[in-house]
């Protein structure tokens, strides 16, 4: 089956500062997603990013499927962005998850 | 508005008991899915179905049982079978195969 690998896998971050995710996965695919997990445990839906890149706010996304992997950009951290942040991939009948960026932002 | 719901958000079990999860989804959505996270790990896939009357066992379905007679519900029994159902629960659904995924809130369930 697809490996699915994330990192870093732990982050901390001071309030206001930048950051990259990065997700890398064994076979090509074109359907990536990114998700937040908050402190709940709700996965929040953040991009779906087959391929190219996109933005949303102070998040943003790039995948590059033939190199098989895809990068989620944060900038001007905030407290509220801190969680498990995962990708994940649909093969075969269902999806695939990496084991996810655990991100603390600090105040 | 449309959205996955999941009931109830927490749940506590004897052992020995069997208890069921609800999931329902008023997106129109085909394909639905389970998915089992514990303590500071990633989903785990019990059981998926992409269309109604019809599902299929995913990584770890020892112990559980699903069904799927409407397109909009696709319950998760945790059955006395399972040996150590303490876990965090998420459902899911999507319009079909690699379309984008949306989860439900969760439900905490608690062996006492």
């Known amino acids: 089956g697809i490996q699915v690998e994330q990192s870093p896998p732990d982050l901390i971050l001071q309030e206001g500062a930048n950051s990259t995710l990065r997700c890398n996965f064994s076979d090509s695919v074109n359907n990536l997603q990114w998700f937040h997990q908050n402190p709940w445990g709700q996965l929040i839906n953040l991009f779906y990013i087959p391929s190219g890149t996109k933005q949303n706010g102070r998040l943003s996304a790039t995948t590059v499927a033939t190199e098989r992997y895809s990068l989620l950009y944060i900038s001007s951290s905030q407290t509220t962005d801190s969680g498990v942040y995962f990708c994940?991939?649909?093969?075969?009948?269902?999806?695939?998850f990496g084991p996810g960026t655990r991100l603390s932002v600090l105040p | 508005d449309g959205g996955i719901t999941q009931s109830p958000k927490y749940l506590f079990r004897k052992e020995g008991q069997n208890v069921t999860l609800s999931c329902e989804q008023n997106l129109n959505h085909d394909a639905m899915y389970w998915y089992r996270q514990d303590p500071g790990q990633g989903l785990r896939l019990i059981y998926y179905?992409?269309?109604?009357?019809?599902?299929q066992k995913g990584d770890i379905a020892e112990g559980y049982s699903v069904s799927r007679e409407k397109k909009e519900s696709f319950p998760l029994t945790v059955t006395s079978a399972q040996k150590n159902p303490t876990a965090f629960y998420l459902c899911?659904?999507?319009?079909?195969?690699?379309?984008?995924?949306?989860f439900g809130q969760g439900t905490r369930l608690t062996v006492v």
């Open positions: 179905s992409q269309i109604v009357n019809d599902f």
């Open positions: 899911a659904s999507s319009i079909g195969q690699g379309f984008e995924a949306f």
């Open positions: 994940a991939l649909f093969y075969g009948q269902n999806f695939v």
